[in-house]
């Protein structure tokens, strides 16, 4: 079993910044890559940035391209989000998420990022 913890999130004002950590532990297998995914209420979960663990290769959507940053600590697997330039549209529950090469089998409780104004 994995298990994640993340934490980070908070309220912050538009243009403000925040970043997310996501701490894994207890792993049964070498997870290939991590992310994040955000849930607003109402809304279905939604992809927002993902890293490969070995070769540290990028992906993200469309709506936080050149504002939110996705990295990695090996040494204390950890990932991180940093999200600047915040806008209220990026309000949501964030959730970090683990997997193999395809998938995600494992995920954090959840951490809430609201973003005022």
Do not use: H
């Amino acid at each position: 079993q994995v298990q994640l913890i993340d934490s980070g999130g908070g309220l912050v004002q538009a243009g403000g910044s925040l970043r997310l950590s996501c701490a894994a532990s207890g792993r049964t297998f070498s997870i290939y890559r991590m992310g994040w995914f955000r849930q607003a209420p109402g809304k279905e979960r939604e992809f927002v940035a993902q890293i490969s663990w070995s070769g540290g290769r990028t992906n993200y959507a469309d709506s936080v391209k050149g504002r939110f940053t996705i990295s990695k600590e090996n040494a204390k697997n950890t990932v991180y989000l940093q999200m600047n330039s915040l806008k209220p549209e990026d309000t949501a529950v964030y959730y970090c998420a683990a997997g193999p090469e395809q998938g995600y089998y494992y995920w954090g409780q959840g951490t809430q990022v609201t973003v005022s104004s």
